[in-house]
């Protein structure tokens, strides 16, 4: 804007305010500058800085402001289209000075727009894709200020990102991650699938150590150890001391190691019962197997060998002297010879009378 009044007093009319048409509407465009001062230009501002102390409206005004020439501008941005431009009462029209010095007075300087603002046959235009931000564009700039936006994007000016995880499905304890226009689910240990709804089958690896067998369960996992193993995968060797209670059977556990297993204590074993953990019967098949047909019977307080009748002993190894005397004294032969079997005599009288 170029200014100056005719006339040195305050009292001084706007001579050009009646000089042309009221409903001319002057269209103030973003490409150009605004020069503020009489008639000089103090700055140049940027193209869509159009500077009035209001917002987007019909009717936009600024109260009095005086301003330095070295200023560039005050208040706060205006974009649009403008019906008119007035300073105080007077109207600003597009006519030069010459123009308006119809009555041969001395040439005055008058505010005026400036004719670089101005340009007939283009237009209000209120939106500038270079303002778009994020590929957004103006869509119909002639009728908005507000970008169209791509997807994922939102805003006037398509500045910021739509956070999709706010309305995310995600499952099983899964972190959304927010992309443009879209999420993705980070899933937990053990889950799998676009929403992480699907449980892997972590047995399928073959995760547990030293013969664990795995149980596959939601999102995890579990190892059955073998009785020497312990750790989430069997992978470590279980420490044992008496407060385990490792001696079978009845047998006396102390806390000393073992020089034979290495172990941290040692068993004592109770009668019938033998190895590290006194867990053997003597008389299994792989230690001392019953002789004769002889049975292992574990079900007592302690092992023993049942004999087939005939047999007796530890492992049933002796047969039982059936030509022994009774209790009485009494021999089962009175005469003749007895012969021993198996639970059962014979008597050899061919040598008597």
């Known amino acids: 804007m170029h200014g100056g009044f005719a006339g040195s007093d305050k009292d001084s009319l706007g001579l050009f305010s009646a000089s042309f048409p009221l409903d001319l509407w002057q269209k103030l465009l973003y490409a150009g500058h605004i020069m503020l001062g009489g008639g000089v230009e103090s700055s140049l501002l940027d193209r869509q800085r159009y500077f009035t102390g209001g917002y987007h409206d019909n009717s936009v005004e600024m109260g009095p402001v005086t301003l330095p020439a070295s200023t560039q501008f005050e208040g706060g941005f205006f974009k649009g289209c403008l019906g008119e431009v007035r300073i105080g009462n007077s109207l600003l029209p597009y006519f ?59 805003e006037d000016y398509c500045s910021v990102n739509i956070d999709e995880c706010q309305q995310n499905e995600c499952m099983n304890g899964a972190t959304c991650v927010d992309m443009i226009a879209n999420y993705t689910c980070s899933c937990p240990r053990g889950w799998t699938g676009w929403l992480c709804d699907q449980d892997i089958n972590e ?86 197997p019953c002789l004769n047909e002889g049975v292992c019977n574990v079900s007592g307080v302690s092992p023993f060998c049942q004999c087939l009748p005939g047999y007796e002993g530890r492992r049933c190894e002796t047969n039982i002297n059936d030509c022994a005397a009774d209790i009485n004294g009494k021999y089962p032969c009175d005469h003749g010879m007895c012969i021993d079997g198996i639970d059962t005599f014979s008597c050899d009288c061919s040598n008597t009378g």
Not at 125 to 149: I, M, P, R, T, V
Not at 231 to 246: A, L, W
Request: hydrophobic share 25%; charged share 20%; with cysteine.
């Open 203 to 288: 047995c399928d690896s073959d995760p547990c150590q030293n013969n664990g067998s795995c149980r596959n369960l939601e999102g995890m996992f579990e190892c059955v150890c073998p009785e020497e193993f312990v750790g989430r995968q069997c992978e470590t060797y279980k420490v044992v001391t008496c407060e385990n209670f490792p001696c079978r059977n009845g047998s006396t556990c102390v806390d000393v190691k073992n020089e034979e297993t290495k172990d941290n204590f040692t068993c004592t074993c109770a009668v019938g019962f033998q190895g590290p953990y006194c867990s053997i019967p003597y008389c299994a098949e792989n230690v001392e």
């Open 96 to 154: 030069s000075a010459d123009q308006l010095n119809l009555d041969n007075l001395t040439s005055h300087n008058y505010f005026s727009l400036s004719d670089q603002l101005l340009t007939m046959d283009i237009g209000c235009k209120l939106c500038f894709d270079y303002e778009c931000q994020n590929d957004g564009w103006c869509a119909n700039a002639n009728d908005s200020y507000a970008c169209e936006c791509p997807a994922g994007y939102a």
